[in-house]
C-alpha cells in the first residue's frame, strides 16, 4: 500500500504544473523555474530562495541529507509533494533523477541594476545550455554584477542551464532576452570589450580595473553585428594558428580571471 499522500499520478494538478515549466513561455508567463538534485536545492535554500514547491522521492528520506532538505523545505512553508519514481521521472529531464526537485521563483532584475554595475558580462547568441550554464557559473565565481543575456541566446532558466550553473542562478542578476537598444542602454558609461578568436589586445595588455562590459560571442557563429558595433575594443587570448577559437565556456573564464587578478592587485 502507498504511504498516505503519495502522488501515483503524473497527471496531479501540482505535478502538471510543474512540469509545464520546461516550457520557456510558461517559465516566464508564471515567473518560475525548476531547479533539482540535492546540491542544488540545498544552495537554493541556503540563498533564501522563494520556492513555490517541492517534489521528492520515498527513496529520498532514506538519505539523511535528503530527509534534511525536505523538513527544511517544510519548515520554511514550502509545499512538499511525495511522488513515486515513476511520476519524478516526469518532472525530471535526466535520464537518472536524484529524486528531488523544486519550483524557484524567478527573480526580475533592472535594467537600471546593470547600469550601476561594474563589470558586467554580455552574451550574444550562446545557444549551448551546458556552455552557457558554465559561463554563469564563472561569472558568479570571478565577481560579475550581472549577465545581459541577448534574444538570440538559450533561455537562462532552462533545465539544463540551472544544472550547469551550480546555483550560480541564485546569487547571480541575469537579464535575459534584451534587445540590443537595451544593452545599449546598460553598458553606458562602461568600456565595452568584444572577445575575438584572433584580432585584438591579449588579455593581460587590457586594463581590466574600469567599469568593463566584456562581450562575449558564440564560437559557432561569431559575433553578431550589434556585438561588433558596441564593442570598443577587442581581447585575445594567445592560441597557436592552427587552433580556429576555444570553447566559450573557456575562453570566457580565461579572461574574466584576468580582470579579478587585475582588480584584486
Excluded at 518560475?32 to 530562495?49: K, N
Excluded at 522563494?50 to 522521492?57: G, N, P
Excluded at 556552455?131 to 539544463?160: F, M, S, W
Aim: with cysteine; hydrophobic share 45%; proline share 8%.
Amino acid at each position: 500500500m502507498p504511504p498516505v499522500g503519495l502522488i501515483t499520478s503524473p497527471d496531479n494538478a501540482q505535478c502538471k504544473a510543474a512540469r509545464a515549466l520546461h516550457k520557456k513561455r510558461v517559465r516566464y508567463q508564471e515567473r518560475r523555474y525548476l531547479v533539482e538534485g540535492l546540491r542544488t536545492v540545498a544552495q537554493a535554500l541556503s540563498q533564501d530562495m522563494r520556492l513555490a514547491a517541492l517534489f521528492y522521492t520515498p527513496d529520498l528520506t532514506q538519505d539523511p541529507h535528503g530527509s534534511e532538505l525536505v523538513e527544511d523545505a517544510a519548515g520554511r512553508g514550502v509545499p512538499c509533494h511525495l511522488v513515486t519514481p515513476q511520476v519524478m521521472a516526469t518532472l525530471s529531464d535526466t535520464v537518472t533523477p536524484q529524486g528531488l526537485l523544486a519550483v524557484a521563483e524567478m527573480p526580475a532584475p533592472t535594467l537600471q541594476a546593470a547600469q550601476h554595475a561594474d563589470l558586467l558580462l554580455v552574451l550574444d547568441d550562446l545557444r549551448d545550455p551546458g556552455n552557457l550554464g558554465t559561463i554563469l557559473r564563472t561569472a558568479q565565481a570571478t565577481g560579475v554584477d550581472a549577465v545581459l543575456l541577448t534574444d538570440g541566446c538559450v533561455d537562462a532558466y532552462a533545465p539544463k542551464v540551472v544544472r550547469a550553473g551550480m546555483g550560480a542562478h541564485f546569487l547571480l542578476p541575469l537579464l535575459p532576452d534584451l534587445p540590443w537598444d537595451q544593452i545599449g542602454e546598460a553598458v553606458q558609461g562602461k568600456h565595452c570589450v568584444l572577445a575575438d578568436p584572433r584580432d585584438g589586445v591579449l588579455p593581460w595588455e587590457l586594463d581590466w580595473r574600469p567599469p568593463l562590459a566584456l562581450i562575449v560571442s558564440s564560437e559557432a557563429h561569431g559575433a553578431s553585428a550589434a556585438a561588433q558595433a558596441l564593442a570598443m575594443q577587442h581581447v585575445r587570448l594567445p592560441m597557436r594558428a592552427e587552433v580556429e577559437s576555444l570553447n566559450a565556456a573557456i575562453a570566457t573564464a580565461v579572461l574574466l580571471f584576468e580582470a579579478v587578478r587585475q582588480r584584486s592587485a
